[in-house]
């Protein structure tokens, strides 16, 4: 068994839409590269360096599962032991836990979105999650601000950039315990904190600038009993977890292993312990007492209830979804630009990483932030800048790459420009092609001299 | 109005040394609570100046004022204003050694504290930033920071117009009071700024869910929400707040109108901002239970300076402070009268052997007799309690004579000069006053305490008042008991003021009396019965656990059937009065104004008018079908007349058919099996046109089959209809 007897489960997702033409079905989203590996890897190599070794990896479709199966085999026979699952495309979150909770043995749970690029330890969320006994604890990280760094695509004009509105998050005033959450469409809408909730508290602070970044420790119990009583439930982020929190005061969920796993407290559930955060500010005259006599056998409390925390990333930490566009981008620039240490590379002197089989034609410049994977050629003056170029491509003379990623194997001819674009495997572009905010799917052929901007570029 | 004195110097803690045009710090306190809480005591003395652990609560709040180096005082006085006056002009404020300059504005027509600081508005007075206050409040805090903080907003943004001093009080998770008995106050602050974003101090208790305008979180990228802080109500102004009340002449409560006013107000974006105190004490004294609690706290030394035997009050005797917080005065006489915690005894005070007393404030010059317990209770000066008397938790102004062997339950409110006579027991939360009870007590707060012209109940619950000390006899328990507790007993002097409906069970909220164990446990079963399980439902809707049913949606549509009932109750109520002879003509003026009243159409009128005739063919006795539709049909024939005014066009005609078929399914199925009939019999008395009943049946022809059942049942006599009309056609 595990030293920290916690299963994890990784949803990979399958073929995200949100994510066309990107992914396909020879590339499901969890194969995405950044920085030239799959997206997956991040997570996988996080658990590694967090010792969680056992690891059930769950991917929307058969096929999108055999392929991530495969890549895993493959990668990281020796160091982990994954078993893939696959479950049937749009189950959600919830479905896909489903399809494996019964496999679960473990008392708590590690859940992790399979999308997620962070150097966040999960063991310091699984331990927080163990310190309270919560039924829940999610990971909290600051909201990441959009758009690339520098000017070029939109979002750069901006003088002050606020982050984007993920979640709208309710804390007590320790920051430990989650007392609100609202995600998606709940964020434009007015906040709705429930009294009963406050009351216990007293102080709640709401934050719009945290995000749940898709990784949650669960207590099994709780999970397994949800998953089955609420078979509606078909997110995790929408469903279960403001439904946990919503309940945290009148806990219906099962309570074996719940209140009294904790040896040390008889009865000191979640809304106790919010009662006491704020009992140790009062400083209460006697008199108070005698008021609300504490010779009053109130009847025990007979309200179930169970804890809510939240782990709370630090602002140093790096922490992002790879669940649209924008963000595939950004995720690629900040993990060769200042998330480096990220990507597992080492960077030249001139702070990118050329690997030593790429060839470079003369007066041709890769600039800082860039990475340039093996066997591929550039011609003569071309110009890289905040870029990522895959493996064996073939890259003509006086083209000009900037804040764009170039996936494996494809062929730019000569005089091409490529602006913020996203360009994927076997793409062809022919001479004097410009694009711009792009995005061109795999076995894309850009013909000669077309101009594009802002557009998705794939097959009917 | 000139300012009495020169400046002072050096006192002021506050002073700004970069204000070159000094202005001197100002304040208004409103001596006049505008609100019925004190009841009945109030009718007779003004709020201000009853006594607070045996100091009249206003001097509190000027000796606060003073000490924060306040230069000038605004009293507003209104009602009891010349008690108010006298008071002031015989005390310390006014004599020229003192620091402070006290002026009284007098006004009679102010019912609120909106129209309280227009009047001071129209004084032009107010030269400066001053402090807002109410004459009841107790503080002992710094306010030089707050101050400070004001005016450092102020010139960074001059829309910064106030700022409200609060305090930590968690209100309890049972009743949702804090202790000073004041409902809990949800605010939402800026944690960097302490800007003031939201404040609901009445949040409907039904409501689980705080809705937070989504604005609140736009500029902010955090807020704070509290349910666990106080409002001191001591306010930090800019001369700006009283131009605000000028302008908005609809601003009555300082809290509820201007306040939010102010928050929900983006055009203007005027800005209040709060500080919260830490270790000072502050508090208003609202009701009956935070007079309780202050009183306690100034035992306490919570309030410290503004403690029992500091000599900062001149009136206030020299007090001796024993253990146990036992405070009093060096003439009073106990010989072996146990005091137990937490009591002052005021001078002159005697009390008798054996007597308990405990957790207690008693004033100057009363007389307690022997065996006679105390606890908790507040008995204000020259108050004489005969033997054997049993108080809990009361407040007993002067002059009352407690004659021997009463008991007072807790919550007890006697009025100044009641009189009690022996063995009565005065149950819980009973206030007794020797003026009647005004009959109309508008639930309205802003209302003032009204002065002398006061409408008086003529009602049981006045208790017989026996004033004449003729029947000293042992009084007969069994007739005592059938003239309802409620009795101030034989030679007692005073009325019981009854509660008024559904005020009772609110009773213990503000009382002084502790909250009763039964209650506390009914409200924590309630609590536990009543979870929040509105989420039950919304197991239904799988797309989103964060959808919340929203209580609010209970549907328009209940709304608007209720409505168009009402209608046909009113319609039905002025026909009958036609039955009794009212004049035809009237009656369609009734009904016209009636509709135009309730915003309803003509064809509403017919609908309802022709359900009145039908209900009168109902009524009458009937034992088979045919005898209902003879009764029917002769009532039909009677008001066809009234009914064609109403029928103006075939739509209406529709309306009145669509009606019947809602009588025949809902109202009165007798008439289901008539239907036919009925309507044949209408046509033929013309009330009907063929056009409508075509067009109905023609209407009727895509519905469902259970709509039908009457198409159905017509359809020989609509066959008919049509071939009729076709032969017309045919000529």
């Known amino acids: 068994m595990a030293r920290m007897d916690f299963e994890v489960v990784v949803l990979a997702g399958g073929a995200s839409r949100s994510l066309s033409p990107l992914v396909s079905q020879e590339v499901p989203k969890a194969l995405l590269p950044v920085a030239n590996r799959p997206v997956l890897s991040y997570v996988l190599e996080l658990l590694e360096a967090g010792n969680l070794k056992d690891l059930i990896v769950v991917v929307e479709g058969e096929d999108a599962a055999l392929l991530v199966g495969g890549w895993i085999s493959g990668a990281y026979v020796d160091r982990l032991h994954v078993e893939v699952a696959s479950v049937p495309e749009g189950v959600g979150t919830a479905g896909a836990l489903r399809a494996v909770a019964s496999y679960l043995t473990a008392n708590d749970v590690l859940i992790i979105s399979g999308d997620l690029v962070t150097d966040v330890p999960p063991g310091a969320v699984a331990a927080t999650h163990r310190k309270h006994g919560a039924a829940v604890t999610a990971l909290l990280c600051p909201a990441p601000v959009s758009g690339p760094s520098d000017s070029g695509t939109s979002g750069g004009k901006e003088k002050a950039k606020k982050p984007v509105r993920c979640n709208i998050v309710g804390l007590d005033p320790t920051r430990q315990y989650l007392l609100h959450m609202a995600t998606g469409a709940e964020v434009d809408k007015d906040i709705r904190v429930q009294k009963s909730i406050l009351r216990a508290v007293g102080q709640m602070e709401i934050r719009a600038d945290l995000m749940d970044a898709h990784m949650y420790a669960f207590k099994r119990t709780v999970l397994q009993d949800i998953l089955e009583q609420k078979d509606k439930f078909h997110s995790i982020r929408q469903d279960i977890l403001p439904y946990l929190i919503r309940t945290q005061m009148n806990s219906e969920v099962s309570d074996n292993g719940l209140v009294n796993s904790e040896s040390r407290s008889d009865r000191l559930s979640s809304q106790s312990d919010l009662r006491w955060l704020s009992h140790h500010r009062e400083i209460a005259p006697s008199s108070f007492q005698e008021t609300y006599s504490s010779s009053v056998k109130l009847p025990p409390d007979a309200r179930k209830t169970h804890k809510c925390c939240a782990y709370i990333a630090n602002e140093s930490k790096y922490c992002a979804r790879l669940n649209s566009i924008q963000a595939f981008s950004d995720i690629n620039r900040d993990v060769i630009g200042e998330a480096s240490h990220l990507s597992g590379y080492s960077f030249s002197a001139q702070n990118n990483i050329i690997h030593s089989s790429a060839e470079l034609g003369s007066k041709t410049t890769v600039g800082p932030q860039c990475m340039l994977a093996e066997g591929s050629k550039l011609g003569d003056k071309c110009s890289v800048k905040r870029s990522v170029i895959g493996r064996h491509c073939r890259i003509g003379s006086n083209v000009k790459i900037a804040n764009s990623v170039v996936m494996n194997h494809v062929t730019i001819e000569d005089g091409c420009s490529i602006q913020g674009s996203v360009i994927c495997s076997n793409v062809q572009l022919q001479e004097r092609v410009v694009l711009k905010d792009c995005q061109v799917a795999a076995q894309y052929v850009v013909t000669t001299g077309s101009e594009h901007k802002s557009e998705s570029l794939a097959r009917k | ?731």
């Not at chain 2, 809990?184 to 944690?191: C, K, N, R, S």
């Not at chain 2, 502790?514 to 799988?542: A, C, G, M, Q, W």
């Open chain 2, 1 to 731: 109005m000139a300012q009495k004195k020169g400046q002072r110097g050096g006192g002021g803690a506050a002073d700004d040394a970069e204000v070159v045009a000094r202005v001197p710090l100002q304040a208004v306190l409103l001596a006049d609570s505008f609100n019925l809480k004190f009841r009945p005591i109030t009718l007779e003395r003004p709020k201000v100046l009853l006594p607070l652990v045996n100091v009249p609560m206003i001097e509190y709040t000027l000796a606060w004022l003073d000490s924060v180096g306040v230069e000038e005082v605004f009293v507003f006085c209104c009602a009891h204003s010349q008690q108010v006056k006298d008071y002031l002009n015989t005390s310390e404020w006014m004599k020229p050694s003192a620091r402070l300059s006290v002026t009284t504005i007098e006004s009679h027509d102010a019912i609120s504290v909106g129209d309280a600081l227009r009047v001071i508005y129209e004084k032009a007075v107010i030269r400066g930033d001053f402090i807002l206050i109410s004459g009841d409040t107790v503080s002992n805090m710094s306010l030089a920071q707050a101050l400070q903080e004001h005016k450092e907003r102020r010139k960074k943004d001059p829309l910064a117009v106030m700022t409200i001093i609060i305090k930590h009080s968690k209100p309890s998770n049972l009743t949702h009071q804090t202790r000073l008995g004041t409902d809990e106050v949800l605010m939402a602050v800026d944690p960097e700024t302490k800007e003031l974003l939201f404040y609901e101090d009445k949040a409907d208790p039904s409501q689980r869910v705080i809705s937070l305008d989504k604005l609140l979180l736009a500029n902010n990228p955090a807020v704070y929400l509290h349910s666990d802080k106080q409002d001191c109500y001591i306010d930090i102004c800019s001369p700006e707040v009283l131009s605000l009340f000028m302008d908005n002449f609809d601003y009555q409560h300082l809290r509820r109108h201007f306040v939010k006013g102010l928050l929900v107000d983006d055009i203007m974006g005027y800005k209040i901002f709060t500080h919260e105190i830490h270790s000072n004490y502050a508090a208003r004294i609202d009701n009956f239970r935070s007079y309780g609690t202050v009183s306690k706290d100034i035992m306490q030394r919570w309030t410290y300076p503004l403690a029992p035997n500091v000599q900062y009050f001149e009136s206030c005797p020299n007090m001796k402070l024993d253990r146990h917080g036992v405070y009093k005065a060096p003439d009073v006489q106990s010989r072996s009268a146990q005091i137990g915690a937490v009591t002052v005894i005021g001078s002159g005070t005697i009390i008798g052997d054996r007597s308990l007393i405990s957790n207690s404030v008693i004033g100057q010059r009363c007389t307690i007799g022997h065996n006679v317990s105390i606890h908790g209770c507040y008995i204000w000066d020259n108050v004489t309690i005969e033997d054997d008397c049993k108080l809990n938790h009361a407040i007993v102004c002067d002059g009352v004579h407690l004659r021997a062997g009463v008991v007072l339950e807790p919550g007890v409110v006697l009025s100044f000069k009641v009189e009690v006579g022996r063995q009565i027991t005065i149950p819980s939360y009973s206030k007794v006053s020797l003026r009647p009870q005004p009959s109309v007590q508008d639930s309205d707060e802003e209302l003032e305490y009204a002065d002398e012209n006061i409408e008086v109940i003529e009602s049981p619950s006045i208790i017989s008042m026996i004033s004449a000390r003729n029947a000293e006899q042992t009084a007969d328990l069994s007739a005592m008991e059938n003239s309802r507790l409620s009795e101030v007993g034989i030679s007692g002097v005073g009325y019981i003021w009854s509660t008024y409906e559904g005020e009772h069970d609110e009773e213990w909220r503000h009382s002084i009396a502790p909250i009763p164990e039964t209650k506390l446990i009914e409200l924590s079963h309630r609590d536990h019965e009543d979870p929040d399980v509105s989420y039950h439902d919304f197991n239904s809707t799988p797309v989103s656990g964060e959808l919340q049913p929203d209580s609010e949606s209970t549907g328009f549509d209940d709304g608007d059937a209720g409505d168009s009932a009402d209608f046909d109750k009113e319609v039905e109520a002025t026909f009958h009065r036609a039955l009794t002879g009212v004049n035809q003509e009237n009656v369609i003026l009734e009904i016209n104004s009636l509709r135009l009243s309730c915003n309803k159409s003509h064809a509403d009128c017919a609908g309802a008018l022709f359900l009145s005739v039908m209900k009168l063919g109902l009524v009458a006795p009937h034992s088979s079908n045919n005898e209902l539709y003879q009764n029917t049909a002769k009532e039909i024939n009677k008001w066809k007349d009234l009914l064609k005014h109403y029928l103006k066009s075939v739509d209406e005609e529709i309306e009145v058919i669509l009606k019947f078929e809602e009588i025949c399914l809902e109202i009165a199925t007798e008439f289901s099996p008539l239907f036919s009939v009925i309507l044949s019999y209408l046509y033929e008395k013309d009330v009907l046109s063929e056009d409508a009943i075509l067009s109905w049946a023609s209407e009727k022809e895509g519905a469902d089959e259970s709509d039908k059942i009457f198409v159905k049942q017509s359809e020989q006599f609509i066959t008919w209809l049509k071939e009729a009309s076709e032969e017309d056609e045919d000529d």
